[in-house]
C-alpha cells in the first residue's frame, strides 16, 4: 500500500528544495500532498508542486474545493506522516504554541500521525533561545526533528541552519517505513532505570528525581530491535514498555539481586537506574518520633551494583551513566575505568532539555578506544535509539 507523506512547505529559500524532495518521493511510490503557507508562495508557485505531486495543492484553510470534506481535517486523517519542510521559525512557533491560524498549523494541530520537522534558516535565528524553546517544546510532544545541516547559507552566513539535503530526507523516510530491522535478535539485554527507595521508618525514605524515563526508553528501543529484554526498575509509575519483561525493585540492595542474578546470561547490560549511593544505616521498625533538637541520621554505602558488574563482566558488554553537573569528562572517563564498563553515557543535568523528568536529553558517549561523541537535543527515545545503534556498532567492532 502506498504510504501518504504530507508535506508542508513553509516560507523560506529552501522551498526549491521541497520541491525536489516532492519529486523523490513520487519517484520512491509515495503519495504526496503538499500544503503552502502564504510565505512559502512567495518563493515557489502552488502550480511546481501541483506539477510534482500530481494533486491539489492546498493554500487556504477556507477554500474548500470538496464540499463532502472539510479540507484540513481530511488532510490530517489521509496523512501516515506528516513532514515540515522547510520548516521557518515562525512556524516552529506556532506549532510549538498551538495556534492554527493558516492551514498548516490548522492541519498539524489536527492530526494524530507523526510529525517531523526540518528546520531551515539564519544560524542567528536557529541558536535563539525563543526558537530552541519552541524546539524543545516540540519534542517533548513527540515530534521528530530532521536536524539542520552546516554549511553556506543563503543569507551569507556559514553556520547550522540549511535544510537537509532532500535524498537524506526521502531516505529517512524509507526508513520509517520500512520493516524495523532486527539487530538485537537473540540477544539478552539487561536494563535497570528509575530511582530506588532507601526506608528509614515505616513512613519515609531517601531517595531522587530519576523518572526512570531513559531507562524505559532504551528497553523500548531495544525490543523493538529484536533483543530479549529484562527490565529492573525502581519504583516509577510509567507504562511498561511493550514485549519487555519488568521486574520491579525498591531498594539498592533489591536492584542488586535481581541484577546479579540476570547478569550471567546477558549480552548487554544498560545501568541507567539511579541507584542511591547510601542508605539508612538502621531502618527503624517504628515511624521515628520527632524530639528536640537536631536528627543525624546516620547512613552507610550500598553495593556499587556497576562495579561489581565490572568485575564479573565475560561476554557482557557493559554500560553505565553518569549524570554529572560539573566536568562531565573527567568524571566519565573515571567512571569508564574505575568500574570496568565498555561505554558510559553521561549527561549534564544542569543542561536545558538534559536532566530527569525531561522528554529530552542531550547525552556523551564516551568509550575507551574512540573519542567521544555527543548528541544533539534529542527525545528521550531517539537518544535511546542511537545508544542502542551505537552499543551494537561497537559490539560488532569487538567480535
Ligand atoms: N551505580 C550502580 N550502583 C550503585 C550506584 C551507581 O550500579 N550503588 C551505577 C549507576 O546505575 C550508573 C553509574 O553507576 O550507571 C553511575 O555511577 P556513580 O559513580 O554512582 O555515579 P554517581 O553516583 O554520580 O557518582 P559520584 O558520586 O562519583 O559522582
Given at each position: ?7 508542508c ?5 529552501a522551498?526549491?528544495?521541497?520541491a525536489s524532495l ?6 520512491s511510490?509515495?503519495?504526496?500532498k503538499?500544503i ?8 515557489v508557485?502552488?502550480?511546481?508542486f501541483q506539477?510534482?505531486s ?6 487556504d484553510?477556507?477554500i474548500?474545493?470538496?464540499?463532502e ?5 481530511d ?6 506522516l506528516?513532514?515540515v519542510?522547510?520548516a521557518?521559525?515562525?512556524?516552529i ?9 493558516d492551514m498548516?498549523s490548522?492541519?498539524?494541530?489536527a ?5 517531523w520537522?526540518a528546520?531551515?534558516?539564519?544560524v542567528?535565528m536557529?541558536d ?10 516540540l519534542?517533548?510532544f ?8 552546516e554549511?553556506?547559507l ?8 540549511r535544510l537537509?539535503?532532500p535524498?537524506?530526507?526521502?531516505e ?7 520493516e524495523p530491522a532486527?539487530p538485537?535478535?537473540g ?5 535497570t ?11 519515609r525514605?531517601?531517595?531522587?528525581h530519576?523518572?526512570g ?5 532504551l528497553a ?8 530479549n529484554v529484562?527490565l529492573i ?5 510509567l ?6 519483561k ?10 542488586y ?5 540476570h ?6 547490560v544498560?545501568?541507567?537506574a ?8 538502621h ?5 521515628l ?7 543525624t541520621?546516620?547512613?552507610?554505602r550500598?553495593?556499587d ?5 565490572g568485575k ?6 557493559l554500560?553505565g551513566f ?5 566536568n562531565?569528562?573527567e568524571?566519565a572517563l573515571?567512571?569508564?575505568n574505575?568500574?570496568?564498563a565498555?561505554?558510559?553515557i553521561a ?9 530527569f ?5 542531550i547525552?556523551?558517549?564516551f ?5 567521544p ?7 528521550k ?17 569487538e567480535?
Amino acid at each position: 500500500m502506498k504510504k501518504n507523506i504530507l508535506l508542508c512547505v513553509t516560507g523560506g529559500i529552501a522551498c526549491y528544495k521541497a520541491a525536489s524532495l516532492t519529486s523523490k518521493l513520487i519517484q520512491s511510490d509515495y503519495s504526496v500532498k503538499v500544503i503552502m503557507t502564504e510565505s512559502a508562495m512567495n518563493f515557489v508557485s502552488p502550480l511546481t508542486f501541483q506539477a510534482l505531486s500530481r494533486n491539489e495543492v492546498y493554500t487556504d484553510t477556507f477554500i474548500e474545493n470538496n464540499p463532502e470534506v472539510i479540507a484540513h481535517i481530511d488532510l490530517a486523517d489521509w496523512a501516515d506522516l506528516c513532514l515540515v519542510a522547510p520548516a521557518t521559525a515562525n512556524m516552529i512557533g506556532k506549532l510549538a504554541n498551538g495556534l492554527a491560524d493558516d492551514m498548516v498549523s490548522t492541519t498539524l494541530l489536527a492530526t494524530t500521525a507523526p510529525v517531523w520537522i526540518a528546520p531551515a534558516m539564519n544560524v542567528h535565528m536557529y541558536d535563539h533561545p525563543a526558537v530552541q524553546k519552541n524546539i524543545n517544546t516540540l519534542y517533548q510532544f513527540g515530534h521528530r526533528f530532521i536536524e539542520p545541516g552546516e554549511g553556506y547559507l543563503a543569507c551569507g552566513y556559514v553556520g547550522k541552519g540549511r535544510l537537509e539535503e532532500p535524498e537524506t530526507i526521502a531516505e529517512l523516510i524509507h526508513q520509517h517505513f520500512s520493516e524495523p530491522a532486527q539487530p538485537l535478535k537473540g540477544k539478552n539485554v539487561l536494563i535497570t532505570a528509575g530511582p530506588t527507595k532507601e526506608r528509614i521508618d515505616p513512613v519515609r525514605f531517601l531517595t531522587n528525581h530519576s523518572s526512570g524515563k531513559m531507562g524505559y526508553a532504551l528497553a523500548e528501543e531495544a525490543a523493538k530491535m529484536g533483543g530479549n529484554v529484562t527490565l529492573i526498575s525502581g519504583p516509577s509509575t510509567l507504562p511498561s514498555p511493550l514485549g519487555v519483561k519488568v521486574i520491579f525493585v525498591e531498594s539498592a540492595a533489591q536492584m542488586y539481586d535481581q541484577v546479579l542474578h540476570h547478569f550471567p546470561k546477558a549480552d548487554i547490560v544498560i545501568k541507567s537506574a539511579a541507584v542511591a549511593d547510601y542508605r539508612p544505616k538502621h531502618v527503624s521498625q517504628q515511624k521515628l518520633k520527632k524530639k528536640d533538637g537536631n536528627l543525624t541520621l546516620e547512613l552507610e554505602r550500598t553495593k556499587d551494583i556497576l562495579l561489581e558488574l565490572g568485575k564479573r563482566k565475560k561476554q557482557q558488554f557493559l554500560v553505565g551513566f553518569a549524570a554529572e553537573t560539573e566536568n562531565i569528562e573527567e568524571h566519565a572517563l573515571s567512571k569508564l575505568n574505575r568500574k570496568n564498563a565498555d561505554m558510559i553515557i553521561a549527561n549534564d543535568i544542569t543542561a536545558e532539555g538534559a536532566g530527569f523528568a525531561a522528554d529530552t536529553n542531550i547525552v556523551t558517549i564516551f568509550q575507551k578506544k574512540h573519542p567521544p561523541k555527543t548528541l544533539p537535543l534529542l527525545s528521550k527515545s531517539e537518544t535511546a535509539r542511537k545508544i542502542m545503534e551505537e552499543i551494537i556498532q561497537n559490539m560488532v567492532g569487538e567480535s
